[in-house]
């Protein structure tokens, strides 16, 4: 999985989808610095995010960002998603292939643990997902995660890391920096009440 310096950014939907979304979405991609999106609705029924996820589809392929969809396989399958996040109580990656087919992307939540990680790889994750780096506004934090297991993850490994949990434009450079490849984001933006969603990712440079 190739990634580019500049398209660093991870972005992942609020819980609810608003009518500026894809309006704001749209502003957001223009500035050229996301990689990911993923659509992560957790209490919509399965023909609402049928519906949502189609229209970010659409935007997602016209800004070439790769369209991802939180824990479902089945909903990623009937979205024809470019692949799916698994937390470590979805199921396996096998599993996940076997339905969303062998060229998809699918990321694995590794919490703060570099054994995770390792049975990750073996298991060919195409990125590992480490975290919460900081206590984050999106969900409550269980895991803590060090600078340190980044560095150490490198060393074993090439596959894409991305660091989660409360990252905004006062601490991403320094996630950067430790060997991280993509910063998932989704409070900063979303829940930010001083700043509209454009200009949260104008001050991530």
């Known amino acids: 999985m190739r990634y580019n310096k500049k398209k660093f950014l991870y972005i992942i939907s609020p819980l609810k989808i608003k009518k500026s979304f894809s309006k704001d979405l749209?502003?957001?991609f223009k500035e050229k610095k996301v990689s990911f999106f993923q659509l992560r609705l957790k209490k919509e029924s399965f023909n609402n995010k049928l519906i949502i996820g189609k229209k970010i589809k659409k935007i997602c392929k016209k800004f070439n960002v790769k369209?991802?969809?939180?824990?479902?396989v089945f909903l990623a399958r009937k979205l024809d998603a470019d692949g799916c996040h698994l937390g470590q109580k979805d199921m396996e990656i096998s599993d996940a292939r076997k339905i969303i087919g062998k060229k998809k992307i699918i990321g694995i939540t590794c919490h703060n643990s570099l054994k995770l990680a390792k049975s990750a790889v073996n298991k060919k994750a195409d990125y590992l997902a480490f975290?919460?780096?900081n206590l984050s506004k999106t969900k409550k934090v269980k895991y803590r995660a060090s600078?340190?297991?980044l560095r150490k993850a490198r060393k074993m490994t090439n596959t894409p890391l991305?660091?989660?949990?409360?990252i905004n434009?006062?601490?991403y450079k320094k996630l950067l920096l430790n060997k991280a490849n993509f910063l998932a984001i989704s409070g900063y933006i979303w829940k930010n009440?001083?700043?509209?969603p454009i200009e949260t990712?104008?001050?991530l440079k």
């Open 147 to 149: 600078i340190n297991i």
């Open 193 to 196: 009440k001083k700043l509209k």
């Open 201 to 203: 990712i104008k001050k």
């Open 169 to 171: 434009c006062n601490n």
């Open 26 to 28: 749209i502003e957001i």
């Open 131 to 133: 975290g919460a780096f």
């Open 162 to 166: 991305v660091a989660i949990g409360g």
């Open 67 to 72: 369209f991802l969809i939180n824990d479902d």
